[in-house]
């Protein structure tokens, strides 16, 4: 993931090929598998990959695909607190072309924590939203939200040192 955060699919690619045929079959290393597909612009394998593992986005690869997508529950508890959730639902509703609920399921996933910008833009479904002022007003959120973390951890001696960053004040 660190890999394709960072916009590079073929260390990506050669880090998945690398590992263990088994260890490929997880839940979680089948969705990497179809992230990097994404990343490579192959849509049919990464719904393939996203078939068992991740509903959302194996929803999302085959509205964009121009495919008829299998009907999602979109009903989420009111107790799900993982970000991811709804950054994948937004994916799928960009896909699908609802455009509104996707920005609205955005800004529920900043509201809980998400600040990877970077994994937005890898995402070919949100292609459509990047001129949108709204999605452009949700990145700038969480590019302000990771600057003054930055500068708050940066404002801490103590505990840039606890961990084991550098500290030069000269």
């Not at 969705?31 to 849509?43: E, T």
């Not at 959730?85 to 529920?108: M, T």
């Not at 990145?139 to 961990?163: C, G, P, Y």
Request: charged share 25%.
């Amino acid at each position: 993931m660190s890999a394709l955060r960072h916009g590079d699919s073929a260390r990506a690619k050669a880090l998945f090929a690398a590992l263990p045929t088994d260890a490929r079959e997880t839940k979680r290393l089948r969705q990497i598998s179809g992230l990097i597909h994404l990343a490579n612009g192959d849509l049919t394998a990464a719904s393939a990959a996203f078939v068992d593992a991740d509903p959302l986005l194996y929803a999302a690869t085959v509205a964009a695909l121009g495919s008829e997508a299998p009907p999602i529950d979109l009903s989420v508890p009111d107790n799900v607190t993982w970000p991811g959730q709804y950054v994948d639902e937004a994916a799928y509703l960009a896909a699908s072309g609802q455009r509104a609920a996707a920005l609205k399921s955005l800004e529920r996933a900043v509201d809980l924590g998400f600040r990877d910008h970077r994994h937005l833009g890898a995402l070919p479904f949100f292609s459509s939203l990047k001129n949108d002022p709204a999605y452009e007003a949700i990145v700038a959120r969480i590019k302000e939200d990771i600057a003054f973390q930055r500068k708050l951890l940066q404002s801490d001696d103590t505990l840039m040192r606890a961990l084991g960053l550098t500290v030069d004040r000269s």
